[in-house]
């Protein structure tokens, strides 16, 4: 994709939404973590039906150890691999509390070294509460990333690689929102609504649904 259809690109995407952000719901640092490290393999849609209860009395670190393994189990069974999740959590929270001074860090390294997160959860955290222009490259981005032609690659480390460099400067903060809303609601997986899209005559997709 040229140049100067990327920047025209993300003019729409920034013009139809001026302000994205993530669709799960969280009131801080913490309790963003928790919510991105359950949204693995599942829909923000059950992650925010489980969190909303556990939100109220979860804030903190501390607030999550002292809930128990059990009670969290409980409060997350609904979500996929739950049980794995609860351990990933408590163990992120204990040594959250113990390391970071009940804290949630902004440095990748610092992030990825917590049980749970990777890539992918550490880029989500670093830009959506810390403000860093970091791209998570979920399955969305992925698909938007290569069907359109903006940054195809092979593995989602490479589209990141290559979105860091062809998205403008002044579009990248919010740039991982927009290619994930677009991903989601508009350049589906099966059946896209190419009919419906804002970007279809700069898109390079060869089997355009209109």
Not at 120 to 133: E, H, P, S, Y
Not at 141 to 150: D, K, M
Not at 168 to 196: M, Q, S, T
Request: hydrophobic share 40%; glycine share 6%.
């Amino acid at each position: 994709m040229k140049p100067a259809d990327r920047f025209e690109l993300f003019r729409r995407l920034q013009a139809a939404t001026p302000h994205p952000t993530t669709e799960l719901h969280y009131a801080n640092p913490f309790q963003l973590l928790v919510a991105v490290i359950l949204s693995a393999q599942a829909t923000d849609k059950s992650v925010n039906l489980a969190t909303a209860p556990l939100f109220r009395s979860v804030k903190t670190p501390a607030d999550l150890l002292a809930f128990g393994q059990e009670r969290f189990e409980s409060a997350i069974r609904t979500i996929g691999l739950y049980r794995t999740k609860a351990r990933n959590v408590l163990a992120t929270a204990r040594i959250l509390e113990e390391q970071f001074g009940g804290q949630v860090p902004d440095r990748r390294d610092a992030l990825e070294s917590l049980p749970g997160v990777g890539r992918k959860t550490a880029n989500v955290v670093l830009n959506t509460a810390f403000g860093q222009a970091t791209i998570a490259v979920d399955t969305h981005i992925f698909r938007v990333a290569n069907r359109t032609g903006l940054a195809p690659g092979n593995t989602p480390l490479a589209v990141e690689t290559k979105l860091l460099k062809a998205v403008p400067p002044e579009f990248r903060k919010d740039a991982h929102h927009w290619l994930i809303l677009h991903g989601r609601y508009v350049c589906r997986a099966r059946n896209p609504d190419c009919g419906h899209c804002i970007l279809l005559d700069l898109c390079g997709y060869g089997a355009k649904h209109v």
